[in-house]
């Protein structure tokens, strides 16, 4: 490609993007402006860090490309880290604890903080992606949470604050051994929240289908397929579903549990 000209960059809309960082309050990343980083231990691999403590979040959260047999094949987490793998699509095999789990598209793998997690592409030389998150664990005496797998295509939805329009998966057990949860939220087109939320916990959401108008802290965001979002501590946040053809749907985590230190 050469130089950019900028004055050109800017004719065609190469200089411009719906990407917005508000630290410590919100952000919305676009996929446009993604660089890949390098992060010990991934071989093989497009990666890109996106939320962060930088940005003011308690957790890490990763985009992953795997390509041919790439991976993490050190170890990712324990010593006091938890995480999380979801597959946005493809294949992959993940470890932990001295077990294979075979992971779809829609297939994760929780690992707690004592116990680290390896895994490969597996998908017959094409790439696959996955979400990524990692979170140093809060214990709670007398409480341990345990290894977590199943595929979200094989569970139920439920409505979600008794809409019928908006659905709710909760990936992992509602037990207080666990000090977070990830959740998918699905609003069919025109569905919305009920109200404004204005919560002490943090979300890092990757959108896995359709596009929304998201507010943040009453800032009107539009949001699609492919975009994170980060919602900081308070951050006032609520969103409505756009488009006829399919559901708004993202993948978030929210701190869960706990009384705040
Ligand atoms: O669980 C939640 O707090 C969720 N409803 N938040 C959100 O979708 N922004
Ligand atoms: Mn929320």
Sequence with gaps: MGYLNHNQGYREGLLETRSVIKKDNYAVITPD????????????????????????????????????????????GGNGIQTFIYVVYGKINAYADGKQYQLTEGGYLYVP?????????????????????KKRYQPLEGHKPEVVSNNVNEMKQEAYEGMEEV??????????????????????????????????QEHGAYVLSGRGMYNLDNEWQPVDKGDYIFMGAYAPQATYAVGLDEPFAYIYSKDANRDIE
Excluded: W
Excluded at 52 to 67: C, E, I, N, W
Excluded at 113 to 133: H, K, M, P, Q
Excluded at 178 to 193: E, T, V
């Design 113 to 133: 903080a004592d116990l680290e997690i390896t895994f490969e592409n597996n998908n017959n030389g094409e790439d696959s992606r996955v979400f990524l998150y």
């Design 167 to 200: 659905l709710v998966q909760d990936l992992l057990p509602k037990d207080i051994a666990y000090d977070m949860n990830i959740h998918i939220l699905s609003f069919k087109p025109g569905a919305s929240h009920g109200y404004i939320e204005t919560h002490v």
């Design 33 to 76: 402006g993604l660089v890949n980083n390098v992060v010990p231990g991934f071989e093989d691999c497009d990666i890109t860090i996106l939320g962060t403590p930088r940005l003011g979040a308690r957790f890490v959260d990763y985009l992953v490309t795997l390509k041919n047999q790439g991976g993490n094949k050190q170890g990712f």
